[in-house]
């Protein structure tokens, strides 16, 4: 199992970056999936999560601002975020709790996404 992300780059406070992420390979089903950053010198964090059956949650920092959606039949998710603010910098992670086709349960990592946040 292998998770691909996409989109990240640099933009400037106010403005708006998508994040998608797509799991491919030996895949049954796929519980939560999720977002994490680490900026320099940080404990990586989770910034948003989204069940198999699309509940949602945010952390405090950017409810409001990010929204994680999901489509179960493509194995994916994206996280739109918007009024990006320069705490927002930091490497972002695609994470998701997979059952796999023989039947075991792994947490998979995608290979991190850099986002900057700067005038």
């Known amino acids: 199992v292998q998770l691909v992300e996409s989109g990240g780059g640099s933009v400037q406070p106010g403005g708006s970056l998508r994040l998608s992420c797509v799991a491919t390979?030996?895949?049954?089903?796929?519980?939560?999936m999720e977002w994490y950053r680490q900026a320099p010198g940080k404990r990586r964090e989770l910034v948003a999560s989204?069940?198999?059956?699309?509940?949602?949650k945010y952390s405090d920092s950017v409810k409001g601002r990010f929204t994680i959606s999901r489509d179960n039949a493509k194995n994916s998710t994206v996280l739109q975020m918007n009024s990006l603010k320069p705490e927002d910098t930091a490497v972002y992670y695609c994470?998701?709790?997979?059952?796999?086709?023989?039947?075991?349960?792994?947490?998979?990592w995608g290979q991190g996404t850099q986002v900057t946040v700067s005038s």
């Open positions: 989204i069940s198999s059956t699309l509940n949602t």
């Open positions: 390979g030996a895949i049954k089903d796929i519980n939560n």
């Open positions: 994470n998701a709790d997979v059952v796999t086709l023989a039947f075991t349960r792994y947490d998979f």
